[in-house]
């Protein structure tokens, strides 16, 4: 006798395929239209002024913020601290930290040229980025922070060898804008696709909001 198939309860809607979503999500919206090529023939010299900015409250143009305990950049070693002794991650240091990678990743897009717009300090523009805030006591281990660092060398390796191929692919856009106004689509996707694997090794190794290992892919 056939069984006629039970609609699921509520609250237990199917993960998506392919699991949970990682902890970290990143999106540039792509611009499609004419980019400006004034603006992209001095693109490097256009970025001056903001990356000095950057610079001052802690990130590093190109690669992110810096991951230390100095003044200013991502709060690493004290998050690390208070996770191995308190397990608790405060509030404003997770506030701190995701508003610092956005920033960052805005001042990152436009040097990339993947969009035409002057990086905001504060507002998200063109640039998407979400983190979500542990639960440190069931959602971390506290003694993991302590090696996460070392667990990421093999994403560092193939990270090392994507940004080789960032370099040459966005001189490649370069030519592109100046001559047709747009920025190919591939490349797009491609360099794009090497900021979210940058951004979600960060967010495992040094950030700290998560413990699943990054996933070895440019695509969400």
């Not at 060398?153 to 856009?173: E, K, Q, R, S």
């Amino acid at each position: 006798m056939n069984e006629t198939p039970q609609p699921p309860l509520s609250g237990d809607t199917p993960p998506p395929p392919g699991g949970p979503a990682y902890p970290l999500r990143f999106d540039v919206t792509y611009p499609d239209r004419a980019l400006n090529r004034v603006s992209t023939g001095f693109r490097i010299f256009a970025a001056i002024p903001i990356a000095i900015v950057l610079a001052a409250v802690g990130g590093d143009l190109g690669a992110g913020p810096r991951y230390g305990s100095e003044a200013g950049g991502i709060l690493f070693i004290p998050a690390l601290l208070m996770i191995l002794f308190r397990q608790k991650y405060p509030r404003w240091w997770f506030d701190w930290n995701r508003e610092l990678l956005r920033f960052s990743n805005r001042v990152g897009a436009y040097v990339l040229l993947l969009d035409d717009r002057y990086p905001s300090t504060d507002e998200e523009q063109y640039v998407r980025l979400e983190l979500d805030y542990p639960v440190v006591a069931s959602d971390l281990n506290r003694w993991l922070p302590l090696v996460k660092w070392l667990l990421a060398i093999p994403h560092y390796v193939v990270l090392l060898l994507l940004d080789i191929g960032v370099f040459f692919a966005v001189i490649g856009a370069w030519f592109a804008i100046l001559v047709t106004g747009r920025y190919p689509r591939g490349i797009f996707g491609f360099v794009v696709g090497v900021m979210r694997w940058h951004n979600r090794v960060g967010a495992y190794a040094f950030v700290l909001i998560t413990d699943r290992y990054p996933p070895f892919r440019l695509a969400p």
